[in-house]
């Protein structure tokens, strides 16, 4: 079978954060049924390391570990809440609750970013690589003509400018690298499934093999913005 992935060397290493999600295991599948790739690293709350956001420290423990398995050519951070225990996303300012935000913010943001502290000097330097950073295009701010979300739409606005302002950083310590904010469409999850017609939701295996032809066509001078399943760049 041909490697979904040709512009990473062969034997190229992976990692995928939040792989016990709908589009994580969507990531770690087709990368682990990728002959090109040599070993992938699946890491979750439920993990050995694990990753969990509420325990910031379980990141860099979490990295100390991956460091043990040499360069690695491909970062999947696939973690992300629009609902949880803290709350529904928010329709009206009247519905803001402060732990609903920072609950937000701590997973779609702060997490993903600490993943990025931690896991990017794991990257190889003398070969190419890419970071793919699961975001939304609620969170794009020109885009935003709905309104609502307030939580999530803001925590993904943040994740997107610490995307590209790490990117501007990789670029000056790894110049071969790829970092980008992805868009997956709406896709069935449990992040999607209390929300809009599930016949308008695709597969996460569809929507994975569509992200992966999206990042393998990045050059390094596309780091650092934010690209749709289908291959066009969205505005901030
Ligand atoms: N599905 C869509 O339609 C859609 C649309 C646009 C963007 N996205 C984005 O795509 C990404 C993946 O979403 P999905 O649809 O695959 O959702 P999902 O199936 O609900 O997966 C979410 C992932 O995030 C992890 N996570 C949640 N809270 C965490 C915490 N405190 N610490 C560590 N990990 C935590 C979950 O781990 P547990 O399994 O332990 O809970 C799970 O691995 C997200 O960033 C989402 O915003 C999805």
Redesign the pocket.
């Known amino acids: 079978m041909s490697t979904p992935l040709p512009s990473l060397p062969p034997g190229f290493r992976a990692i995928v954060v939040?792989?016990?999600?709908?589009?994580?295991a969507a990531f770690t599948e087709a990368l682990r049924s990728d002959r090109h790739c040599a070993h992938v690293l699946a890491l979750?709350?439920?993990s050995t390391p694990g990753?969990?956001?509420?325990d910031m420290d379980s990141v860099a423990r979490a990295a100390e570990t991956a460091r043990q398995h040499g360069p690695c050519h491909l970062l999947v951070v696939?973690?992300?809440?629009?609902h949880g225990a803290s709350g529904l996303p928010e329709k009206r300012l009247t519905q803001l609750d402060p732990a609903h935000m920072q609950a937000s913010f701590?997973?779609?943001a702060i997490?993903p970013a600490m993943v990025l502290a931690h896991f990017t000097p794991l990257l190889a330097r003398q070969e190419r690589s890419l970071v793919a950073v699961?975001?939304?295009?609620v969170g794009s701010i020109s885009d935003n003509r709905l309104g609502g979300w307030y939580s999530y739409r803001a925590a993904?606005a943040a994740l997107n400018m610490l995307v590209k302002t790490a990117a501007i950083e990789l670029g000056r310590s790894h110049p071969q690298a790829v970092l980008a904010a992805l868009?997956?469409?709406?896709?069935a999850?449990?992040?999607?499934e209390p929300f809009g017609d599930a016949r308008t939701?695709r597969a996460?295996t569809q929507a994975v093999a569509a992200l992966l032809h999206v990042l393998d066509g990045l050059r390094p001078e596309h780091s650092g913005q934010l690209w749709s399943h289908d291959g066009q760049p969205l505005p901030w």
């Open positions: 939040g792989a016990s999600g709908a589009l994580g979750s709350r439920q990753v969990d956001f509420n696939a973690t992300g809440m629009l701590n997973v779609n997490g699961l975001s939304a295009k993904k868009h997956p469409g709406t896709v999850s449990p992040l999607s939701k996460p």
